[in-house]
């Protein structure tokens, strides 16, 4: 290429400097709302560099339902209905706070029966959520096999689930003052009304000695792997003080070392009539938490089994109006829920719904902690990192 | 004969024989995940599960090619056929008897190192063509992945090498028979294992598939691809996995031979007994696949730098001290 150049503005060569650093942006990384590990419609912002991610900017609001909105125009047990699927892999346990909180503001007793009942089924969701967690957790690290396990072992969970409340995943079970008399559990006129259906003792028994040694299992297959120990230990380590800071709940403040476990520091449920034991991590990492949600399944087949050795006789549903009304007044009611600290805000004029429910639910609380686990981490730390976490988005938007 | 009249039906040969094995390892995936991992489904659906493989392949290609606005369209089409032909010539060197083979390399060790290199091509230019962040992140991770991979393979070789003392695939096996051991027990057993580990790595198979991961870059270097070019890189995997396998029994573990068969009937015996210990290595690898996590970038480069490589370069120093001393 002919090009005249001219001999004044001509490049010295020894005057050239070459910038030995190469300058590189940062690469902006959407991950979500469609991609395969962020359960569900989570976006999450990443800039990374290389491998390298140096902020993270979680958007929510992807799955918004309207739900404390929708619960201002539905009466009271109505209600359950919706918050049955804000964190769907643990419905029932969703309606106890709620129910709890209603009953609080009517005054009313729960026969000990029905408290039984409701305790007994909240710890089955809490262990079906687990399963979840333990089949999950492992996939999104790349070990595809326990999910299938998982699976399969929560479905007996399910199961009784389904015979006692007719739902697997949205009972709708709970009635202000008492449970719903069972499905399947013969003619529900008042005579005659029957609870639990036929056999459910002796298949309890059975699937949660069969929960105990899924439980075994998955500690040896997913805890005793040492490519799933290296991929956890030390990662994503959240200490104590950040953890309190930010209103995390739930077995991730327990595995960050916090002993903080509602079903002992309330009494929504009679929890303090039985022998458990909270399980509290040491380091705060992946594995913790990991560890943490496995050892707490134990406890709950405990709780379980406990419960059914001394199952009190009597009725299940205490007297309430005809027409439900809740008085005029204010209350907060918080449960342990599977993924942390559920609560709800009921706000009551005396009509037929709530003036006002303000919905706390822990993934939301628990996911506000990402972007600064997330600063610094490599971009497969942040798949397991978001794994441990063990969100639903439908407990993050609701 | 004349030369390419051999060629051809060698070709033909191959060509054949490759998707027919790819299918059977598909096969032993399937029904050996689900018997894992107590998945009812492949065990008994369509013949007890025996047309699953085929079922996959006819439905991918019965599908919509997709291919992006953005992607460089020549670079994207071509990348499987990088990866495909890299793997269908490996087969060159596979020796299923002493005559039954498509060319006794000289350098027939040499030959595979160099041709299995090529694939890193196909997937590199799969992750940078497809104008997708994903892609690009699993085609870098798996350039690197290869790389570093490939020395290991290579040095476990090695000692085999210097142990038979020849290159031909052929030669290594009759230098087995003429030990009476195979050379996995006859001293080149880690080499046995390092070759395994890099031969995994190199298949990008769990634990080694960060480039494809798909929890986290969705399918990798691949997500793009789509229809019958997803089938070329699906059936080229496992086209891989039997090749290597196949490779791997070859050299550590007496290849076609089986002790007290009469050997003037191996043309007849010994591609059975070749693909037998193919299968069975592959069934390791199957559940390694499905008990094991992946993992993460840094832990796999590490592996390979600081303990494979290493590894690998004392048993070519003991092997070499050996075969002076004795």
């Not at chain 1, 595995?255 to 039985?274: C, H, I, M, T, W």
Request: with cysteine.
């Amino acid at each position: 290429m002919a090009q005249t150049m001219d001999p004044n503005n001509m490049p010295i060569l020894s005057e050239a400097s070459v910038s030995v650093e190469i300058e590189t942006e940062d690469m902006t990384l959407n991950i979500g709302p469609q991609h395969p590990s962020t359960h569900g419609v989570l976006r999450l912002v990443a800039k990374i560099n290389g491998e390298k991610i140096s902020s993270v900017e979680p958007v929510l609001g992807y799955m918004h339902r309207g739900y404390e909105k929708l619960a201002e125009v539905r009466t009271y047990p109505q209600v359950t209905t919706l918050v049955n699927r804000i964190d769907w892999v643990s419905g029932f346990a969703n309606e106890i706070p709620f129910i709890a909180g209603a009953e609080k503001l009517m005054e009313i007793e729960v026969p000990e029966r029905a408290q039984y009942i409701r305790l007994i089924l909240t710890e089955m969701a809490r262990i079906s959520s687990h399963f979840v967690f333990n089949g999950a957790f492992p996939l999104e690290i790349g070990a595809l096999t326990p999910i299938f396990l998982a699976m399969e072992d929560r479905e007996r969970v399910l199961d009784l689930l389904e015979s006692v409340t007719g739902g697997r995943f949205h009972p709708n079970f709970n009635r202000i003052g008492g449970v719903k008399p069972a499905a399947g559990a013969g003619p529900t006129t008042k005579k005659d009304i029957q609870d639990l259906p036929a056999g459910f003792y002796h298949d309890t028994k059975v699937a949660m000695q069969k929960v105990l040694e899924a439980v075994d299992r998955f500690e040896d297959l997913i805890g005793g792997n040492e490519v799933f120990q290296i991929r956890t230990k030390n990662v994503g380590v959240l200490p104590k003080e950040v953890a309190e800071e930010y209103g995390v709940s739930g077995p991730i403040l327990r595995a960050s070392g916090v002993e903080f476990d509602l079903r002992k520091q309330s009494n929504y449920l009679p929890y303090d009539k039985f022998d458990f034991e909270i399980p509290i991590g040491e380091n705060g990492d992946c594995f913790d938490r990991w560890s943490v949600r496995t050892s707490e399944m134990r406890e709950s087949a405990k709780i379980i089994l406990q419960a059914i050795d001394d199952m009190p006789s009597g009725p299940i549903q205490a007297k309430v109006p005809k027409v439900i009304k809740v008085p005029k007044g204010q209350t907060y009611v918080r449960a342990e829920n599977p993924k942390g600290e559920m609560g709800y805000y009921i706000i009551s004029e005396g009509g037929l719904g709530p003036y006002r429910l303000k919905i706390r639910t822990a993934s939301f609380s628990n996911i506000s902690i990402l972007p600064i686990m997330l600063e610094g981490a490599l971009l497969p730390d942040l798949i397991a990192i978001m794994g441990s976490l063990d969100f639903v988005l439908g407990d993050v938007d609701r | 004969m004349s030369f390419s009249t051999e060629l051809l039906i060698k070709v033909l040969v191959v060509l054949a024989t490759a998707p027919v094995m790819a299918l059977g390892l598909t096969l032993l995936e399937v029904k050996g995940s689900a018997w894992m991992q107590r998945r009812p489904g492949p065990l008994h659906v369509g013949l007890r599960g025996f047309i699953f493989p085929l079922a996959t392949a006819a439905k991918y290609l019965q599908k919509e090619t997709i291919i992006p606005n953005d992607v460089d369209e020549p670079v994207f089409k071509w990348a499987p056929a990088w990866v495909i032909a890299a793997v269908v010539g490996l087969f060159t060197i596979i020796p299923l008897s002493p005559t039954l083979i498509v060319r006794d390399l000289e350098l027939g060790v040499f030959f595979l190192l160099a041709i299995s290199s090529i694939s890193t091509i196909g997937v590199l230019t799969a992750g940078w063509s497809s104008a997708n962040k994903f892609s690009l992140m699993g085609g870098l991770r798996a350039a690197g992945q290869l790389i570093a991979y490939e020395l290991p393979l290579i040095l476990s070789v090695v000692g085999v090498v210097i142990q038979a003392e020849t290159m031909s695939t052929v030669g290594i096996v009759e230098k087995q028979i003429e030990f009476g051991f195979p050379f996995v027990i006859a001293g080149q057993g880690i080499a046995f294992i390092i070759f395994m580990i890099a031969a995994t790595a190199e298949m990008m198979r769990t634990p080694f598939d960060m480039p494809i991961g798909e929890s986290e870059l969705t399918m990798g270097f691949f997500t793009e691809y789509s229809g019958i070019r997803f089938l070329i890189f699906y059936i080229s995997e496992y086209i891989n996995l039997f090749v290597m396998c196949a490779i791997a029994s070859t050299l550590f573990l007496g290849g076609y031979h089986v002790p007290l068969l009469p050997t003037e009937w191996v043309n007849f015996y010994g591609p059975l007994v070749l693909i037998g210990k193919t299968f069975l290595l592959a069934f390791i690898l199957i559940a390694i696949r499905w008990s094991f996590p992946r993992f993460r970038e840094d832990q796999l480069q590490t592996l390979a730098w600081k303990v494979l490589i290493p590894l690998s370069l004392l048993n070519i120093m003991a092997t070499a001290i050996m075969k002076v001393v004795f």
